[in-house]
């Protein structure tokens, strides 16, 4: 094997916290959590017990990434924004890696309106896991509420946050793509993108599509 210097680093992805709020059907949390009482399964035992810390993140990123354009927070069992420290964190890459992007991955449904616009006034670009409208999104992204995930990404992108729209496609939503590329455009997304996963949703016949509160 080749040794990898730090210049050849153009993008990294790193995920920051083993918490989330959401119990998406198919996850890996998910069937972690099934295998809770195993033994053998000492993976499910780290969900929602760490992240990483600002003082964490200056030990590690103190060096020069000459050629890092991007770093991604995206993991397989984390939603970035229940780290505590995020905005600290994108404030010290904001402040030592002024080419970096930061990319963070996120189901919309945490935190407040203040912390999204302090959110937006760094280079970030922020992609809302959004897989469905008002009446089916709540179906496979379960816990996030549809008026609360609004009010976050509105107030991101109004104070000048650049966000992705992300879809996941599955029978009990696709037919809603259109009016959500159109209600994306309005909402001053400047990109949406179908996801199609090999994601199943077991749940999707037991759910009733209700107004979620």
């Known amino acids: 094997m080749w040794p990898i210097s730090l210049n050849d ?19 890996e949390r998910q069937e972690s959590f099934k295998n809770f009482s195993s033994f053998s399964n000492p993976y499910s035992r780290q969900l ?35 780290n505590p420290d995020l905005i600290q964190i994108c404030d010290y890459i904001s402040s030592n890696y002024k080419n970096v992007e930061i990319w963070i991955a996120t ?11 302090e ?5 970030t670009i922020v ?8 009446d089916t999104n709540h179906i496979y992204r379960k816990n996030v509420k549809w008026n609360k995930l609004k009010k976050n990404y509105k107030a991101y992108i109004d104070n000048g946050g650049r966000a992705i729209w992300q879809f996941i496609v599955f029978e009990h939503n696709k037919h809603q793509i259109s009016k959500a590329k159109k ?4 909402e001053k997304f400047f990109a949406f993108n179908e996801k199609y996963s090999g994601r199943t ?3 999707v016949k037991q759910v009733k599509k209700i107004q979620p509160k």
Do not use: M
Request: proline share 2%.
């Open 9 to 27: 680093i153009t993008r990294l992805q790193i995920e920051l916290t083993s918490f989330c709020n959401a119990e998406c059907p198919s996850c």
């Open 48 to 82: 929602n017990q760490k992240y990483i810390t600002v003082q964490d993140f200056k030990k590690w990123f103190n060096h020069d990434f000459n050629n890092l354009k991007r770093i991604h927070f995206c993991g397989a069992i984390d939603e970035p924004t229940l």
């Open 107 to 117: 189901n919309g449904g945490t935190k407040t309106v203040k912390f999204w616009r």
């Open 119 to 123: 959110l937006a006034k760094f280079n």
């Open 127 to 134: 992609i809302f896991g959004i897989d469905g409208l008002s």
């Open 183 to 186: 209600i994306a455009k309005q």
């Open 201 to 203: 949703n077991l749940e």
